[in-house]
């Protein structure tokens, strides 16, 4: 029968183990050859768009990359999905969203009027771009206008 | 109640309450606003609601562990807290950050980062208020005559819990390095350390009520947090599948998470079974009822609900999607909403001397509560597939899906309704008990 002792020895010993895998599996991920995560295409105007998406919150109503609170579309291929809803003028349509002033209420539901300049718009347009180029194992075509087909076959 | 500063662990208890009001009243904002009734728009916005409902549940849940050390340690330790004057420093500067952040958020002020909204300046202010809190409750336990196995893993919990929200203050300019780190708080607070936690204070309740032995408990208690850390680390994998880092992790993640079930079983099964083995009948069965509960809910919701999205096939279509909301609000109530409720209905007659333990309001409240959040969760979780399936394999338009399913939330509220009166009822108990009082210490446990 187990003895106290060697439940903590297994509940010691099983913790430093899998934390130690935890670490070399991150360091792994996100060493050079192994990381996906389009580091390399990151500009001023993506780094910008970022902190405008933070300081205002879009994720709590929004997703990105999946992450957010399912209240409002997924952006991850917006810039994919309103070229083809508005004949390649996707980036112009964000742009004029969030430079809006007025109350903007699509179907109904309403959005900020965050009134953005025409700077900051475009800086969260561009973080919109980079984020659109990363390779997420698959949920990039799910979420993707472009692809739809292809997933569902 | 064995020592006075105990009572300190009344006033944390007192201001979970207060701030699960709170937090259940923003998520009727949410809810209404789901529907259409968005009239609060102007001055609450969704992501306000949002931000402050999900920060509230955390902060009502740390002042519940917090009030919960502070009963726990001294009685473990046998030695009075060794400042009650700091413990109620710490207590109100702890209720000042969370107003502030809470006013903050009405206004723009936060780090729009999920969970972590907090803005940077208080997050420092946070750091503080648990370094004095951890502080306070290591030095009691350290000075003490004894240094249990139970107030090992509680303090143990409660230690890495704040060591970890240090990574989630690291800055990043990328978006998926910040999301792989925000995920080491998150993850491993709530399916890692929190669990020590929730491990110790069901371990102290399972003692105090059923009358095991000490050491059967605590020995198994080591088994099951151990299960818990070996699952749940590498687990942290089920966030990084579809965020951009290597596939490694579908593998990784895919495998631990579905272990992860496990440490929740093996949590249900050891405090049924402690429950069946104890001759002593503790006559306060309304702790009882919260104990027990917490561990089978929480098998349910996290265990079960959580294996249910992150097989990597499964997840790759309810990523960002209501099915995790589902899951989210079973396992945080089962978890840890329920074992806070269990400390408080079994402190709080002993600290207060008013044994009210066979309450059919505190019955009623329990029933109501756990019947309520079911129903919430069926609402979720149909609200949840319905829009995997319109949204994700047929390609409907978001919105338009999004007035499909509307009516799911016409349900969700229904159910929130029922939970609320039996949350409304466990506070008119609380409150019913009156104040905590040193004529306790000479009342029998």
Sequence with gaps: MLSKKQARAFFLGGTLVTFLIFIGLTVYSLSEGADQTNHENLTAEVVRGKEIWESNNCMGCHTILGEGAYYAPELTKVVDRLNMRYDGNGEEVIKSILMSKGPWQPNGRKMVAYGMSEQEASDVVEFFKWIGKIDLNGFDRIVSPLAKDKINN | ?445
């Design chain 2, 1 to 445: 109640m064995k020592y006075k500063s105990q009572k300190v662990a009344y006033w944390f208890f007192a201001l979970s309450m207060l701030l699960l009001v709170l937090q259940i009243t923003y998520g009727f904002i949410m809810g209404f606003a789901r529907i259409g009734f968005d009239n609060l728009h102007d001055f609450i916005p969704f992501n306000t609601a949002r931000a402050v409902h999900t920060n509230l549940l955390v902060v009502w849940l740390l002042s519940g562990f917090m009030g919960a050390a502070y009963y726990i340690i001294p009685e473990e330790a046998q030695k009075e807290l060794v400042s009650v004057k700091l413990a109620y420093v710490q207590l109100i500067s702890l209720a000042l950050v969370g107003l502030v952040a809470i006013v903050g958020y009405h206004f723009n002020y936060w780090e729009g980062r999920k969970f972590l909204e907090i803005p940077r300046p208080l997050d420092y202010l946070v750091v503080v208020n648990v370094l004095l809190f951890l502080g306070l409750i290591l030095t009691t336990l350290f000075k003490g005559k004894r240094q249990t196995t139970t107030a090992l893993v509680l303090s143990m919990g409660l230690l890495f819990a704040a060591l970890l929200y240090l990574p989630g203050m690291l800055p990043f300019d990328s978006q998926v390095t910040d999301s792989f780190f925000r995920w080491w708080v998150v993850h491993l607070w709530v399916e890692g350390v929190w669990e020590l936690i929730m491990g110790g204070i069901l371990s102290f309740l399972l003692i105090k009520l059923t009358g095991v032995d000490r050491e059967v408990i605590e020995k198994w208690l080591y088994v099951i947090v151990g299960l818990t850390f070996l699952s749940g680390v590498l687990g942290t994998g089920h966030h990084y599948y579809y965020i951009g880092v290597n596939k490694i992790w579908l593998i990784v993640g895919g495998i631990f998470s579905a272990l992860e079930p496990l440490a929740f079983l093996a949590m249900a099964l050891f405090a049924v079974n402690m429950y069946r083995k104890g001759e002593k009948k503790h006559p306060n069965k309304l702790a009882l009822y919260w104990t027990l509960g917490s561990a089978i809910v929480s098998f349910i919701g996290a265990g079960l609900l959580g294996f249910a999205h992150t097989l990597p096939q499964t997840n790759l279509y309810t990523h960002g999607t209501l099915v995790t909301a589902m899951h989210g609000h079973l396992a945080f109530w089962g978890a840890y909403a329920m074992i806070v409720l269990a400390i408080i209905s079994y402190s709080l007659p002993n600290m207060t001397g008013r044994k009210l333990y066979e309450s059919s309001r505190g019955r009623a409240a329990f029933w109501l509560a756990n019947i309520g959040m079911i129903g919430m969760t069926v609402a979720f979780g149909v609200a949840g597939v319905a829009q995997v399936y319109l949204e994700r394999k047929f390609g409907m338009d978001f919105m338009k899906v999004q007035k499909e399913i509307s009516i799911h939330f016409v349900v969700l509220i229904l159910c929130a309704t029922l939970f609320t009166t039996g949350i409304i009822l466990y506070i008119i108990d609380f409150y019913k008990h009156g104040k905590p009082t040193d004529e306790a210490l000479e009342i029998n446990e």
